[in-house]
Structure formats: structure tokens, C-alpha cells
């Protein structure tokens, strides 16, 4: 009885992740940036992530500053 319930449990759940794979398929986008827009809410990157480009961006140099700002605070 117990592995008939989990077997019916797994099967619901499945049944929820095609049910949600045929909404998303199911939608049309008007430009390519709606599609971009709708895939960074619906898409969480890695926690792994950050270190690495806070690792990768230690590097770069900061920007120099505009010359407008030189000019005005003299």
C-alpha cells in the first residue's frame, strides 16, 4: 500500500510538470526581448554563480571619470 501511494504521488507530480512544460510552450511573444524578460523571471541562476564573478570581475579597472565631472570639482 505505501509504495502504491508514493508511485500515485510521483505521478501527480509529474503530471503537474507537463502540465506546467505545456503552459510555457503554449505562450507567444511579440519581440525577442518579452521572450528574454519572461525567461529571466521564470529562470534563477546558480548560487554558485556570484563568487565566481566577483572573482572574475576583480580584475577589471574602474572606469576614468567623464571629463565633466573633472571639470567641476576642481
Known amino acids: ?3 502504491q ?3 500515485n ?3 501527480q507530480q509529474e ?15 511579440a519581440t525577442v526581448e ?4 519572461f ?3 521564470q529562470t534563477s541562476p546558480p548560487a554558485s554563480l556570484a563568487p565566481r564573478l566577483q ?4 580584475d577589471i ?6 571629463w565633466w565631472q573633472k571639470l567641476f570639482q576642481r
Do not use: I, V
Open 5 to 7: 501511494n508514493k508511485f
Open 9 to 11: 504521488s510521483e505521478q
Open 61 to 66: 579597472p574602474r572606469p576614468n571619470r567623464p
Open 34 to 37: 518579452d521572450l528574454l524578460r
Open 55 to 58: 572573482q572574475s570581475s576583480a
Open 15 to 29: 503530471l503537474a510538470a507537463q502540465q506546467h512544460t505545456t503552459q510555457n510552450t503554449a505562450q507567444e511573444f
Open 39 to 41: 525567461d529571466a523571471t
Open 1 to 3: 500500500m505505501k509504495q
